[in-house]
């Protein structure tokens, strides 16, 4: 099996199935019994591969977790409650106190609060960097270094980082390279190809089959030599490679109780299995309405990475499997010309959440990045004037439609 949708339907059970279901069966129980005491102890101890209890394993999250694995070629994939666990789970695995994370300011507002407002307290520095400009990079790096965060997409600033580039940066330091690609996951971005050592990403967005379900993933590309992170240099030399998700699985992800559920995990395992469909129509969709919206007289400016003239247009078109993704943000006159414009929709939702099957419309600035400062939101790049679209697989002409009467 080579295509990526043969694979995410195809992925083998680990275990046959006793009725030969052809669709792995949801294990909605919170503990799994065993025929002695002496296995209990075993499968405890990691001396035997079995489920224990759903907080730390369960067959159905590790059936969606295999599908992961089987189209990326990943090393191994840890699937937990949803991406914001994803991101707070991998960091409290690798940092301790003292070190320090290399980012933008340009990300998610969520992302940012996470950093800032939480672990920000426990000890953990967090330093911002521009990365369109990957040298500077090297100034902020020392030896409290743990890794360097993007996003392959930012939201909602729509900002492309050379992936290979910083790259480069981190293997010559020997830090990790973490990346966040809700906005461009399996499908779209080779995450190990270009580097990428751990990817993140929400599967409440595309892997959920259209806004089903919340969840997150963590993906190890199984490229990184954990000898060099301070924090877990004992575990490598008993655990190697498998490092990481043994840190995870056994420790950070059960002690914090990260799990994904597995009614949630039955779900995501069916949209797997269409999400290069969805991809493929959302992002065509997207271009069309950029397109048809950069030409509209009531629209300033309309940002996506897909239109010829974006200066992010080169390095995204060679970074994601010649598609874009579902994200585009235009900017209209003022706050109130946003807001009579929302109010004016007929179609298109007005909701948060990104990469759902419906179409979704919000103004950032008064929404997801609401409690920060005006200062801040504009070192973070939001402003009042932008209203954030994110595409879904509707007829893309009623689309269109419904924008130019919105507009009207």
């Known amino acids: ?75 191994a994939v840890c699937a937990v409650a949803s991406g914001m666990a994803a991101i707070s789970n991998l960091i409290i695995s690798i940092t301790g106190q003292g070190d320090n994370i290399i980012t933008s300011k340009h990300i998610f507002g969520n992302t940012y609060s996470l950093f800032e407002k939480t672990l920000v307290p426990f000890g953990l520095e967090i330093r911002y960097a521009d990365f369109s400009d990957p040298i500077t990079i090297n100034k902020l790096i020392d030896k409290k270094t743990r890794a360097i965060f993007l996003e392959t997409i930012t939201n909602p600033q729509l900002e492309v ?65 954990w000898s060099y992170n301070p924090k877990l240099k004992a575990d490598a030399k008993k655990y190697g490679q498998f490092t990481l998700v043994s840190k995870l699985k056994r420790e950070v992800c059960r002690n914090t109780g990260a799990c994904l559920s597995p009614h949630n995990a039955y779900l995501q395992s069916l949209g797997m299995e269409t999400l290069a469909l969805r991809i493929e129509r959302s992002s065509a969709n997207a271009l069309y309405l950029a397109e048809f919206m950069s030409k509209h007289s009531k629209i300033l400016r309309v940002n996506y990475p897909g239109l010829l003239d974006s200066q992010f247009y080169t390095i995204a078109l060679s970074q994601f499997n010649g598609y874009f993704g579902a994200l585009l943000t235009f900017d209209l006159g003022s706050k109130e010309a946003c807001f009579s414009f929302l109010n004016r929709l007929k179609l298109i939702r007005r909701a948060t959440n990104i990469n759902d099957n419906k179409t979704l419309a919000l103004h950032p600035e008064s929404t997801i990045f609401c409690e920060y400062s005006p200062e801040l939101k504009s070192e973070m790049g939001i402003s009042e004037n932008m209203i954030r679209l994110s595409v879904g697989i509707e007829d893309k002409e009623d689309l269109a439609v419904d924008i130019n009467q919105a507009l009207s």
């Open 161 to 225: 980082a050379d992936v290979k580039a910083l790259s480069k940066i981190t293997r010559e330091h020997k830090v990790l390279l973490i990346g966040d690609t809700t906005v461009t996951p399996l499908y779209l971005f080779k995450s190990r190809d270009f580097g990428v050592d751990i990817e993140v990403i929400s599967g409440t967005k595309y892997i959920s089959g259209g806004a089903t379900t919340v969840g997150g993933v963590i993906i190890d590309n199984g490229t990184y030599d």
């Open 1 to 75: 099996m080579t295509g990526f949708t043969t694979k995410a339907i195809h992925t083998p059970f680990l275990k046959k199935d006793t009725h030969g279901s052809l669709r792995m069966p949801v294990y909605d129980t919170a503990a799994f019994e065993f025929e002695t005491a002496e296995e209990i102890e075993s499968a405890f101890l990691g001396r035997k591969a079995s489920h224990t209890y759903s907080r730390i394993t369960n067959p159905t999250v590790e059936h969606l977790e295999q599908q992961i694995k089987n189209v990326t070629n990943a090393f």
